[in-house]
């Protein structure tokens, strides 16, 4: 059914069913009837010759139909008689005479002189001595009479006629009243058979409406059950109709759908744990093997001179820090994922900010022999709100990973620009390291990621901290993305909106406290 189409509900599909079975089958066995009484009329018409239409108080008493049928073919015998009536003396006439009053549910007889001369096989001898009265004196050549046979129940037409030798013979018709006429008999017998025949029609059409409405859907529901309560989500559920049962059909199949996605989501979570915990277990276990080590060194009098210890103690206290960033990133991601970190907005210029930020980051690339190139662009009057603390976060750990993927033998170099563009403030950050493989690029922001599947080589890293980085730009309602060549470089896009109602952001964090 198009949208355009009746939506119909099971409601009104089970009203519609219920008044369908009674007045559907009336009026079909009304039309039936009517059908079958004018089929038969005309029939009795053509082959009685009866004029008068059947009505429904015939069907009931035919003696008004019976005391006609006899109509023309009195009339035939009438008209032989008074021209020769010689003829009902002859026995092959008198056959071929009986048989067309035996179509016309009628008998014939005929008396000649007080003795019965021919007699259908229908009447009995003494029966038709009862039946008939003697002749009367025939006054001229003809004359007729009809009168009903007493006990016997039936109507006798009988016609007199007067021979040239004086004698007379009498002709009679006998019709019994008690007789049904086979066509209204054929009424009764087809009506019947029409109407069962209407009824089973009527039942299966609506038993085959209801079982597509009902039935079907059903079987479906209880199959998604079943591949449900196996473990398969794998099924699409097919479309169903504009009703409550298709409405169940559909919340289903919306169920469905978001329990795969869970089923997925929890798999990929899964995945991601047990990635989490092999990636924690590998960057906890080298720093912690290097302090062991330099520990041990010490411990066992390798580090026999002061400039030595110092070295060794330095390393340790590296080591450390690198620990402690990676359990604060976890923490961080945690939060951030949970939507649990209190942010603080405020309402910053742009060009002050990273002009701070820069002078921090140039003294610790400086010490990495790296070059940092800074430049902004009509930005001294562009304001953002943001989270300082946050933001800071997000530059320390794309510069963080850029320092990370430089590459060796050339000298490192990061930029970075500030642009002003319409409502956003658009921040560039490039820098010259080993770049990203197109197939990876896509990934580089998903949590727990890492391009260096191995995990042996100095980088290390837990894999989340540009997972953090798109959070916290989200979070400010920003854009991020990336572009890359590799062996060339990576250029890190961040868009901010410029000065925007604080109203619209959402204090995660305070919430949650709250």
């Known amino acids: 059914m198009g949208k355009s189409g009746i939506i119909m509900k099971l409601r009104t599909k089970l009203k519609l069913a219920f008044c369908t079975m009674i007045v559907l089958p009336v009026l079909m066995c009304g039309c039936a009837m009517m059908g079958i009484i004018k089929y038969q009329n005309t029939a009795m018409q053509k082959l009685y010759g009866v004029d008068e239409a059947v009505s429904f108080d015939n069907m009931y008493s035919s003696s008004v139909i019976i005391s006609k049928i006899t109509d023309k073919i009195s009339d035939y015998v009438k008209q032989v008689g008074m021209e020769n009536p010689e003829k009902f003396t002859d026995i092959d006439y008198l056959n071929d005479l009986d048989s067309e009053l035996m179509v016309r549910l009628s008998s014939l007889a005929v008396v000649k002189n007080d003795e019965i001369i021919y007699a259908?096989?229908?009447l009995e001898s003494d029966e038709l001595r009862d039946l008939i009265p003697k002749h009367t004196t025939v006054d001229g050549p003809y004359n007729e009479s009809t009168y009903k046979g007493g006990e016997y129940n039936c109507i006798v037409k009988q016609f007199n006629f007067k021979e040239e030798s004086g004698e007379v013979i009498s002709v009679y018709i006998v019709t019994f009243l008690e007789q049904v006429i086979p066509q209204i008999k054929r009424i009764g017998v087809q009506g019947i058979i029409s109407v069962i025949f209407i009824l089973v029609i009527t039942s299966l059409f609506?038993?085959?409406?209801?079982?597509?409405?009902?039935?079907?859907?059903?079987?479906?529901?209880?199959?998604?059950?079943?591949?449900i309560k196996m473990g398969n989500l794998d099924f699409e559920m097919p479309k169903s109709s504009r009703d409550e049962i298709g409405d169940v059909c559909r919340d289903f199949e919306e169920m469905r759908v978001i329990l795969k996605e869970t089923s997925q989501e929890k798999i990929i979570s899964d995945k991601e744990e047990k990635e989490l915990i092999r990636n924690i277990s590998h960057d906890l276990k080298t720093p912690l093997t290097a302090i062991k080590g330099y520990v041990e060194g010490i411990m066992d009098g390798v580090a026999d001179t002061p400039e030595k210890q110092q070295r060794y103690l330095q390393t340790i206290a590296n080591k450390v820090n690198d620990m402690d960033k990676l359990i604060d990133e976890l923490t961080i991601y945690s939060k951030l994922d949970t939507n649990r970190v209190p942010y603080s907005f405020s309402r910053i210029n742009l060009?002050?900010?990273?002009?701070?930020?820069?002078?921090?980051?140039?003294v610790d690339l400086e010490a990495q022999d790296i070059d940092l190139v800074y430049k902004c662009h009509n930005v001294d009057e562009v304001y953002i709100y943001a989270d300082v603390e946050q933001l800071k976060r997000v530059i320390n750990n794309i510069i963080s990973n850029s320092v990370k993927y430089m590459k060796e033998g050339r000298k490192g170099r990061i930029e970075i620009n500030l642009y002003d563009e319409g409502d956003y403030a658009h921040i560039i950050?490039?820098?010259?390291?080993?770049?990203?493989?197109?197939?990876?690029l896509p990934h580089i922001f998903d949590r727990f990621y890492r391009t260096d599947e191995s995990r042996n080589s100095k980088q290390g890293g837990s894999g989340i901290g540009l997972a953090i980085v798109r959070k916290i730009i989200e979070d400010h309602k920003g854009k991020i993305w990336a572009e890359s060549v590799e062996g060339e470089g990576t250029t890190m896009h961040i868009?901010?909106?410029?000065?925007?109602?604080?109203?619209?952001?959402?204090?995660?964090?305070?919430?949650?406290n709250e």
């Open 120 to 122: 259908s096989e229908s």
């Open 206 to 227: 609506l038993d085959l409406w209801i079982y597509g409405s009902i039935i079907i859907p059903l079987d479906r529901l209880k199959l998604a059950t079943q591949n």
């Open 351 to 362: 060009k002050d900010y990273f002009d701070d930020c820069c002078e921090e980051i140039r």
């Open 429 to 440: 950050m490039t820098d010259n390291g080993m770049g990203i493989g197109t197939s990876d």
């Open 495 to 512: 868009c901010l909106r410029k000065d925007i109602d604080t109203s619209k952001y959402i204090m995660q964090g305070e919430t949650k």
